[in-house]
């Protein structure tokens, strides 16, 4: 029946049938059409009759269209071991190619034990004698004193001897982090080289990106200081016109986080406050987010988190709401700086905090990374593009550069097999 089915198919019913099928498929059934046709051609028998020389095969009752799904089969030849799994593609075998968020990162076509990463920290990380251990390595000292030329004051002093009170200022915090994450570099280059030259990605948490940014080669340290700079006392500034901060969220699977922060935003206009804001502002690892908003509202979250089924609540050593609306005003004199000093195309790619995918060109970085301000910073997902592996593939070495270890436990927890590669500068 399907041999006459065939014959009196026209290429115009074939055309219409290569929308359900592939285009491997396609071929074989436009093979088996012009077979048949060139049979009937040929063939005394009557019109609109085959005759088929009988033998003694049995065949399943099949459709058309499991006939064609089962006319060609390709079976990909299974990797050897762990060493050869990076041959076979740049993304996770057995995925959708669309929805593997690995298609996002640079995957160069050599083993990924060979290769680094490099990431770097936000605030929040900060501590009195940070930078301390790395004064001994070349060009550290003279980046501290650089810095503190066009700040006007004594950075490595704040970093080293505090207090801390000075030193959790949002403006001394992030140029502080800035400059030590740097300084880390240093001592990477003295003694592993080799980590830097194999570097196929960066990415920064926050003031990071921007970290990550001048390692890069996209802004000299002078201009990135500037700019770091006027971000942090723009930023001061807008945490001094409306009380607020963060506070990082455990939670379950029942939990109503973003239940909480509506109804949070709520109570604030209830109480008549005029600029009001409550979310998630930086995405971390499975059921741990950090939210951020006015005083007002994260006071209401932690009081009702029975209510909300939160299972604990840690406030953050910062000073404002980051990456929420409330530092909106930061915005404008940040782009106006970022639009004034001169920036390179990185060496490297940089992964961007507002969804994780690396920067395509400067004219990306002048758009996106102001409203890094007041965007979430989404860093879970940054991970999964940067570390999503097939199972059995080995990862590239990851080094956090800068104070804490923050970056490294957020990797754990995202990533285990990826976190065993980690290590701290």
Known sequence: FFIKFLGMFTIRHIQRFQKCISNSQFSVLRGIQSTVQSHIRHSKDPPGVITVEKKDVEYEDEKPRDLLNNAVSFKAESPIGPDDVWTQGPYPHNSNYRQSQAKHSHRPAVAPESTSIVLF???????????????????????????????????????????????DRTQVQQLAIFVTSLAAVEKLREEHPEVLESCVATAGFSIGEITALTFAGAFDFEDAIRLVKVRAEAMQLATELTPSGMMTVFYGADSRLGFACSVAKEFCQAQGLSDVDCRVANYLYPHCKVIAGNEEALEFIAKNKEEFRLRRLKRLPVSGAFHTDLMRSAVDVFKMMLNKIHMSHPVIPVHSNIDGKPYKNIKQIRRQLPKQIYSPVKWEQTMHILFE????????????????????????????????QCHNV
């Open 389 to 420: 592996r097939s199972q059995g593939t080995s990862f590239p070495k990851t080094y956090e550069c800068g104070p804490g270890r923050s970056l490294k436990t957020i990797l754990k927890m995202v990533n285990s097999k990826a976190f065993e």
């Open 121 to 167: 920290p936000g605030q929040g990380n900060q501590f009195v004698g940070m930078g301390k251990d790395l004064l001994e390595y070349p060009n550290v000292q003279e980046m501290f004193e650089a810095a503190s030329a066009i700040l006007g004051y004594n950075l490595l002093k704040v970093c080293l001897e505090g207090p801390k009170s000075e030193l």
